[in-house]
């Protein structure tokens, strides 16, 4: 947990801009540990978001428990949820069970519009994957959003000056 701490206040990052994956994994050793270090980092701002959740050995008690802020559905459901009913109901239950809990959703693995489409519909508005950039140097990536930044701020004045 200070190692967390120094990183921010090293890096000067708003710490309510950071978020933390944590894994099933990570869970199993000592959960009760776990939970006061994710609570004391939430006290300084930081999220939480359960990677993966659904593959492994889920248990929806995690939920209930852990301080979390939003739940990742696996690339693997997002991958077949076009063509397979199982994986598009599993999604759908994600979505609704972390908009029931108050937690964000985001669905990873996300490579095309056709999927993208589904997950919207769903209500799951946040997104990761091929369909957007690949993995990028910081450099690379800072161009980006740069480019993503200007032309959100070209489309707004768009439609300040058509109203």
Known sequence: MAGVLACVERSGIDPFQLKLELTESMLADDLEDIIVK???LKAHGIG?????????FSSLSYLRRLPLDQLKIDQSFVRSMLNSPKEAAIAQALVSLGRDLGLGVIAEGVETQAQRQFLHGLGC???QGFLFSKALPIA????????????????????SAAA
């Open 38 to 40: 994710m609570t004391a």
């Open 48 to 56: 939480f978001s359960l990677d993966d959740f659904g593959t492994g």
């Open 125 to 127: 508005e946040t997104y």
């Open 140 to 159: 690379e990536f800072d161009a980006l959003t740069a480019r993503a930044g200007a032309a959100q701020a070209q489309a707004a004045r768009a439609v």
